[in-house]
Protein backbone atom coordinates (compact mmCIF):
# COMPACT_ATOMS: atom_id res chain seq x y z
CA UNK A 1 0.00 0.00 0.00
CA UNK A 2 2.21 2.40 1.19
CA UNK A 3 4.75 1.52 -2.48
CA UNK A 4 1.17 1.97 -4.60
CA UNK A 5 1.00 5.99 -2.37
CA UNK A 6 4.53 6.38 -3.16
CA UNK A 7 3.71 5.64 -6.86
CA UNK A 8 0.98 7.93 -7.04
CA UNK A 9 2.96 10.70 -5.26
CA UNK A 10 5.84 10.40 -7.67
CA UNK A 11 3.04 10.50 -11.15
CA UNK A 12 1.59 13.18 -9.39
CA UNK A 13 5.11 15.26 -9.15
CA UNK A 14 5.81 14.47 -12.01
CA UNK A 15 2.61 15.75 -13.72
CA UNK A 16 3.21 18.41 -11.50
CA UNK A 17 6.53 19.04 -13.21
CA UNK A 18 5.65 18.55 -16.39
CA UNK A 19 2.80 21.06 -16.05
CA UNK A 20 5.42 23.57 -14.91
CA UNK A 21 7.84 22.96 -17.39
CA UNK A 22 4.79 23.45 -20.20
CA UNK A 23 3.61 27.22 -21.12
CA UNK A 24 -0.02 27.36 -20.16
CA UNK A 25 -1.12 27.59 -23.50
CA UNK A 26 -4.78 28.69 -22.49
CA UNK A 27 -3.17 31.72 -21.01
CA UNK A 28 -0.74 32.69 -23.55
CA UNK A 29 -4.08 32.73 -26.19
CA UNK A 30 -5.97 34.57 -24.25
CA UNK A 31 -2.76 37.06 -23.51
CA UNK A 32 -2.02 36.90 -27.45
CA UNK A 33 -5.75 37.66 -27.93
CA UNK A 34 -6.38 40.51 -25.97
CA UNK A 35 -2.90 42.32 -27.30
CA UNK A 36 -4.25 41.73 -30.72
CA UNK A 37 -7.34 43.48 -29.71
CA UNK A 38 -5.42 46.53 -27.66
CA UNK A 39 -3.01 46.54 -30.78
CA UNK A 40 -6.33 46.86 -33.17
CA UNK A 41 -8.58 48.97 -30.55
CA UNK A 42 -5.21 51.35 -30.54
CA UNK A 43 -4.83 51.88 -34.05
CA UNK A 44 -8.05 52.54 -34.84
CA UNK A 45 -8.18 55.35 -31.78
CA UNK A 46 -5.04 56.60 -33.87
CA UNK A 47 -6.69 56.46 -37.44
CA UNK A 48 -9.47 58.38 -35.51
CA UNK A 49 -6.73 60.96 -33.92
CA UNK A 50 -5.33 61.41 -37.82
CA UNK A 51 -8.97 61.84 -39.27
CA UNK A 52 -10.11 64.49 -36.64
CA UNK A 53 -6.98 66.19 -36.86
CA UNK A 54 -7.15 66.61 -40.59
CA UNK A 55 -11.04 67.61 -40.41
CA UNK A 56 -10.31 70.54 -37.88
CA UNK A 57 -7.59 71.57 -40.29
CA UNK A 58 -9.95 71.16 -43.09
CA UNK A 59 -12.47 73.23 -41.89
CA UNK A 60 -9.88 75.75 -40.73
CA UNK A 61 -8.67 76.01 -44.27
CA UNK A 62 -12.62 76.13 -45.50
CA UNK A 63 -13.46 78.61 -42.81
CA UNK A 64 -10.70 81.25 -44.22
CA UNK A 65 -11.52 80.20 -48.05
CA UNK A 66 -15.24 81.10 -46.73
CA UNK A 67 -14.13 84.58 -44.90
CA UNK A 68 -11.88 85.39 -48.34
CA UNK A 69 -14.66 84.71 -50.63
CA UNK A 70 -16.69 86.89 -48.70
CA UNK A 71 -14.37 89.63 -48.38
CA UNK A 72 -14.10 89.18 -52.29
CA UNK A 73 -18.07 89.78 -52.68
CA UNK A 74 -17.57 92.57 -50.36
CA UNK A 75 -15.57 94.32 -52.46
CA UNK A 76 -17.39 93.45 -55.77
CA UNK A 77 -20.40 94.85 -53.89
CA UNK A 78 -18.57 98.73 -53.24
CA UNK A 79 -16.86 98.75 -56.80
CA UNK A 80 -20.24 97.82 -57.95
CA UNK A 81 -21.78 100.55 -56.30
CA UNK A 82 -19.40 103.37 -56.71
CA UNK A 83 -19.38 102.41 -60.74
CA UNK A 84 -23.19 102.82 -59.98
CA UNK A 85 -22.74 106.19 -58.65
CA UNK A 86 -20.49 107.22 -61.13
CA UNK A 87 -22.82 106.37 -63.88
CA UNK A 88 -25.48 108.28 -62.17
CA UNK A 89 -23.74 110.87 -62.84
CA UNK A 90 -22.73 110.24 -66.76
CA UNK A 91 -26.60 108.72 -67.05
CA UNK A 92 -27.71 111.65 -68.72
CA UNK A 93 -24.91 110.20 -72.03
CA UNK A 94 -26.59 107.45 -72.42
CA UNK A 95 -29.67 105.73 -73.81
CA UNK A 96 -31.83 103.89 -72.14
CA UNK A 97 -31.09 100.91 -73.84
CA UNK A 98 -27.64 101.26 -73.00
CA UNK A 99 -28.44 101.96 -69.44
CA UNK A 100 -30.81 99.10 -69.23
CA UNK A 101 -27.53 96.58 -71.07
CA UNK A 102 -25.26 97.38 -68.16
CA UNK A 103 -27.97 97.18 -65.40
CA UNK A 104 -28.20 93.59 -66.95
CA UNK A 105 -24.65 92.59 -66.84
CA UNK A 106 -23.82 93.43 -63.56
CA UNK A 107 -27.14 91.75 -62.45
CA UNK A 108 -25.53 89.10 -64.53
CA UNK A 109 -22.27 89.40 -62.79
CA UNK A 110 -23.70 89.27 -58.74
CA UNK A 111 -25.90 86.76 -60.06
CA UNK A 112 -22.89 84.44 -61.53
CA UNK A 113 -20.73 85.60 -58.61
CA UNK A 114 -23.87 84.37 -55.99
CA UNK A 115 -23.92 81.33 -58.02
CA UNK A 116 -20.13 80.30 -57.82
CA UNK A 117 -20.67 80.79 -53.64
CA UNK A 118 -23.23 78.96 -53.35
CA UNK A 119 -21.50 75.87 -55.60
CA UNK A 120 -18.96 76.47 -53.22
CA UNK A 121 -20.90 76.48 -50.28
CA UNK A 122 -22.59 72.98 -51.63
CA UNK A 123 -19.20 71.50 -51.87
CA UNK A 124 -17.61 72.50 -48.94
CA UNK A 125 -21.20 70.85 -46.95
CA UNK A 126 -20.77 67.84 -48.93
CA UNK A 127 -17.16 67.22 -47.81
CA UNK A 128 -17.51 68.15 -44.23
CA UNK A 129 -20.23 65.47 -44.34
CA UNK A 130 -17.94 63.07 -46.24
CA UNK A 131 -15.43 63.17 -43.62
CA UNK A 132 -17.51 63.24 -41.01
CA UNK A 133 -18.87 59.81 -42.25
CA UNK A 134 -15.08 59.19 -42.36
CA UNK A 135 -14.76 58.87 -38.81
CA UNK A 136 -17.74 57.78 -37.76
CA UNK A 137 -16.91 54.48 -39.80
CA UNK A 138 -12.84 54.71 -38.47
Do not use: W
Amino acid sequence: EVQKLNQQLEDKNGEIQQMINQPPYEKEREILRLQKTLAEREKAQATSDVLCRSLTDETHQLQRKLASTAEMCQHLAKCLEEKQRKEKGNSDDQTPTERSNQVFLQLLCLLDNETSLQALICNLQEENRMLKQKVAHV
